[in-house]
């Protein structure tokens, strides 16, 4: 299905290569007749090449990335900047950038940084480069056929984030953080930009929509499949710019923002993929969330002071009621003005007496009483708040929210924040920064997983300014992270991994919240 992607120039990052190539390669000595659990033909280059002594095997690895390859299991733990293999996927697997040293393969890298390193001999021929590909191509199975991350599909814990620059979702094995797939989405031949990501209450599906595609998909959360899409209804012309997706409590339910000054929420049967109503008559509409029986809906309006607010069944649009944020009449807007705090995203509290929204223009966060809409806390940079907050995540097992603040203004290496905060006392939690040893830049999308008490921080990691990749993304740009914390005070980071996705990464959601 997809998808023709140009490919960057890998010379400058050059100098970030560390976590492969980190390691005082020794000659090798003697045949290994147990190849680990790799299959012969593959466990016979890996064992022998990449996992000798002072480098990738049980007793160096510490000093090679704290990447091990001497064992089928422990190589999908991979190491200090993440998944080293992704089964399916040999494309956006960072171990073929560096075993690659033949111009006839799909990437050529300097001859400083491939892997076996210089001083260790030869490099992989290209009969040993293709053979390892095909293997991860046909999903890296183990000398059994075992699949990773195959079992207790039905249970299994993970955390789904989009690639807008590739046209992915990353899927994130709850249990060993890495990257276990990357599913394909979209539906032309373009970079369509999978905007958002939302995992129904029930577990079952995950749906995605694309600011440059006209089509909402439909993952199987057992499978990682697209099984089902839709071509989104537009209202008035054929404009669209789908932005946010909101799936009600019951999971019966999804809703979509097409994000224009004439916008307007769609919303569709989540079982079958039918049309139901159009909600208009709203300028920029942008996020989404509603009470727990669907019975009343807010939806923000990105650029102003504004959120709507009104019952699901309402039919007549000039009756929607419009939410002053900052005391002065309620205004819309196209576009940015100076002077507003501009709500981006709102979300309902897990009670459902309160509805947190994040000003961006303003660097505000905002508590609104569910019931009487009247404004009960404005968090403010003097409490914490970092510049331009966007997302937000909740637990439900501990009473607090999690903003992320991209600081898109600040021109520092690692720069953007975390805000935290208590919604049952509105009281302020913490924050996560730089200060705190935070490596974010451009943190955007949030997911907690509640079910080992982390929380996910994505890193676009956009401009110039931000860590090099220290792998190349195999559809341009510059690769995206995650870093993950624990949900509760301190808020420390589990460990000091920055996990490389791919360009683009953006938004986050998880299973069994």
Partial sequence: MKKSIAIISVLSF???????????HEPYKQPVEVYGGFPDDVGKIITTRCATSGCHNANSYTAAGNLRMDSWDQLFYGGNHGAAVVPYTAKYSPLMFYINNDTLNDKNLPGDSRMP??????????????????????GAPDRN???????????RQKIYITQQGCDQVAVIDAERKVVMRYISVGEADGIESPHVIRVSPDNQHAYVCFTGGLYMQKINTNTDKVDARVK??????????WNILYVTPDSKTVLACNYLPAGSVVQYDAA?????KFYDRMKMPHGVTSTANFDTLFISSQWGNTIY?????????????QISLDGNAPVQNNSKIPGYPDPHEIMITPDGSKIVAT??????????????NQVLKTFTTGDGVGVYPQEIAMSRKYPYAYISCSDTNNSKQYAGSVFIFNYQTLQVAGVINENTNAEFNTPHGLAVDDKNDVLYVVSANTGTTGPPPHHISACGGRNGYYNIFRTTPPFAPINQRRYEMLSGSYSADVRFK
């Fill in 309 to 321: 607010k009104m019952p699901s069944s309402l039919t007549d649009f000039t009756l929607i009621k």
């Fill in 232 to 241: 989104l209804a537009t209202i008035g012309s054929s404009a669209f710019s």
């Fill in 272 to 276: 079958t993929l039918t049309f139901d």
């Fill in 14 to 24: 050059a100098a970030a290569i560390t976590g492969f190539y980190a390691c005082k």
């Fill in 145 to 155: 056929g075992k699949i990773p991350f195959e079992d207790n599909a039905a249970t």
């Fill in 117 to 138: 390193p210089v001083d260790a001999g030869s490099a992989l021929t290209n009969a040993e480069y293709q053979t390892i590909k095909n293997w991860i191509n046909n």
């Fill in 359 to 372: 000003c961006q223009s303003s660097n505000e966060v905002k508590i609104l009483d569910a019931r009487t």
